[in-house]
């Protein structure tokens, strides 16, 4: 974002200016469980082509400095044999005033096993300390790992050396990096690039990487592709499919695969803020009119040509649409209606977070959508606008 | 100084008072929308807070919006009471250089439940104006982000992200609650892109091999 157009670039935000977010303190971490359930065709190399149908259990737990996942996966394939794979991982974070300005370092441990048609298993726990240097909208890491692999013998040492970089610019993030890894005698780089965009509901990932130097663990270049489609609060589409290398340290034998499969999750705790009650069709808060005062409107902070911003509310249903906020000395203004049930008003707000309610056809100041409504301290409800 | 220059000086400040007194009772006309018994009360709080020199004009604001929702006399000089308080307590953690729009983005953010700590931190961490973090903070914590969460998330931006970089990561985690995710992972996940793509692996999610 370019800083001229960042300047005046307006954003709603909510704010926690009342009482009903007041003591809020819940626990820092959360956590989440998923279940994906999904088919695949896989073809592992050397091998023919099978379905398998899958089942992957995970739980997150997660606070800003911290997160442990453990994950495992039911595989089963068409010719009736089972996979069983498992994985325990944990990242965490240094505080930001340890290190030097911009530095972060992390601290990860990860330890799993699989088994494949009671004869073929693997374990492997390893640990990884990274560096991280974290600009605006950019960085860079670099990181070591050790730890032990094994495939039905003798434990192997794992050494693993990488540097990486990254960007990222509103909804797209790219990312690149180079590993050198150490599994006994098997020794091999990779070098790769990962992309990952969003847009309302969808995710994409992307990521094309190549096996150099390889000793004992294959050479070649590798892509996979993803896609993960929100369905609603508790449910996902997940697309999936490529070619991925060996991983010697996990097990994974190199294949290409195809993949498709619904994710639930749990429910998700509910913002405090959003959790009120409605409030009372007459208030304190109320005006004279006995207009449709529940009707719903949404409000949009934009900003305008002259450096001043339009507030655009969203009421198609509305007769009249009026605003108040301490921009306009909480003297109702009529907004002008434009189209698609869209009414308008450009204004003049200095930079800062001002409170903001909305009245539809004479009823009771409400609120606005598009903003984390909260209560106000006169028995109803208000808005809050931040304008940088 | 001479005895006339002395007397020179005290009517020049005596004027300068006036003036001033004058000037803010004008700007305080806005107060006539309140009932005669209220007025004197708001007023009074006025005074007291140019007294402690903290910005007046989110007070009268506060009276207005009141006044504007026909909300009682009583309710009104609470109303503006509290936040007078919260402004000294933004004012006694982010110091008496903050601008009026620190002060009441930090008020808002400790009514949120941020601790006047925080807000010390925050002005140690960052050199820029303070509103932008300090709206967001208040406003994670409004979306249900717990309050030690969003703290930590801020602060960790606080000293290296624009303004820019802030409404971006507020909107990213206001998208990931919004499709799902649970405030406090959607605040983690959004602190900073690296914590997503340069991870060792423990938040990988997307969906990959069988």
């Known amino acids: 974002m370019r800083p001229a157009l960042a300047a005046r670039h307006v954003w709603t935000a909510s704010l926690a200016a009342a009482t009903s977010v007041f003591g809020v303190r819940t626990s820092a971490a959360q956590t989440t469980a998923t279940v994906d359930v999904g088919v695949s065709t896989v073809r592992y190399d050397g091998f023919l082509p099978s379905a398998a149908g899958s089942l992957t259990p995970a739980l997150t737990w997660e606070r800003p400095d911290a997160v442990v996942t453990a994950r495992g996966t039911y595989l089963r394939f068409e010719s009736g044999r089972r996979s069983l794979q498992g994985l325990i991982a944990a990242s965490l974070f240094t505080p930001p005033n340890l290190l030097a300005h911009r530095w972060r370092g992390e601290l990860s441990l990860s330890a799993g096993g699989s088994n494949y048609a009671d004869f073929a298993s693997f374990w492997h726990s390893t640990g990884e300390a990274r560096l991280h240097y974290l600009g605006a909208g950019r960085g860079a890491w670099i990181g070591g790992t050790g730890g032990r692999t094994s495939y039905g013998s003798a434990p192997r040492p794992v050494a693993v050396a990488g540097v990486g970089v990254w960007a990222r610019r509103a909804q797209l993030t790219l990312a690149a990096s180079a590993t050198r890894s150490f599994v006994g005698d098997t020794a091999y780089s990779d070098v790769g690039a990962t992309i990952h965009a969003s847009r309302g509901r969808f995710e994409v990932d992307g990521s094309l990487a190549a096996r150099l130097s390889s000793h004992g663990a294959g050479h070649g270049v590798y892509g996979e592709a993803s896609t993960t489609f929100t369905l609603g609060e508790r449910t996902a589409l997940l697309i999936s499919g490529g070619r991925y290398p060996t991983d010697p340290v996990s097990g994974s034998v190199a294949g290409r695969y195809l993949s498709a499969g619904l994710r639930l999750r749990t429910p998700l705790p509910r913002p405090r803020a959003i959790r009120d009650p409605p409030l009372p069709s007459r208030s304190p808060a109320s005006g004279d009119g006995g207009g449709s005062s529940d009707v719903t409107a949404r409000l949009e902070v934009k900003p305008a040509p002259d450096g001043a911003v339009r507030l655009v509310v969203y009421a198609p249903a509305a007769a009249t649409v009026e605003l108040a906020g301490d921009f306009t000395d909480w003297q109702p203004v009529g907004l002008q209606p434009t189209s698609d049930g869209a009414w308008e008003s450009v204004q003049r707000i200095p930079g800062g977070v001002h409170r903001v309610n909305v009245r539809i056809d004479g009823g009771r100041w409400t609120a606005p959508a598009g903003t984390t409504r909260t209560t106000d301290e006169f028995g109803g409800e208000v808005g809050i606008v931040a304008v940088p | ?210």
Not at chain 2, 26 to 46: G, K, M, N, S
Not at chain 2, 64 to 77: C, F, H, N, P, Q
């Open chain 2, 1 to 210: 100084m001479t005895p006339n220059c002395t007397r020179a000086a005290l009517s020049l400040l005596v004027a300068m008072v006036v003036a001033g007194r004058a000037t803010a009772q004008q700007a305080d006309a806005r107060l006539e929308r309140l009932d005669a018994a209220t007025r004197p009360t708001v007023a009074a709080l006025l005074d007291s807070a140019r007294t402690a020199i903290l910005p007046t004009e989110p007070l009268v604001q506060r009276a207005l919006e009141g006044a504007t929702k026909r909300a009682s006399g009583d309710a009104i000089v609470t109303a503006v009471r509290r936040l007078a308080a919260d402004l000294g307590h933004a004012r006694d953690a982010l110091g008496s250089t903050a601008s009026p729009a620190e002060l009441t983005a930090g008020a808002a953010a400790l009514r949120a439940g941020a601790s006047q700590a925080t807000l010390a931190q925050l002005r140690h961490a960052r050199r820029e104006p303070l509103t932008v973090p300090l709206a967001v903070l208040a406003d994670l914590v409004a979306s249900g982000v717990p309050v030690d969460s969003a703290t930590a998330a801020v602060l960790g931006l606080a000293a290296r992200a624009r303004d820019a970089d802030l409404v971006e990561f507020r909107r990213a985690v206001e998208r990931d609650i919004a499709l799902g995710a649970p405030p406090a992972a959607a605040t983690a996940a959004a602190v900073t892109a690296a914590d997503v793509w340069v991870n060792a692996g423990a938040r990988q999610q997307r969906p990959g091999p069988p």
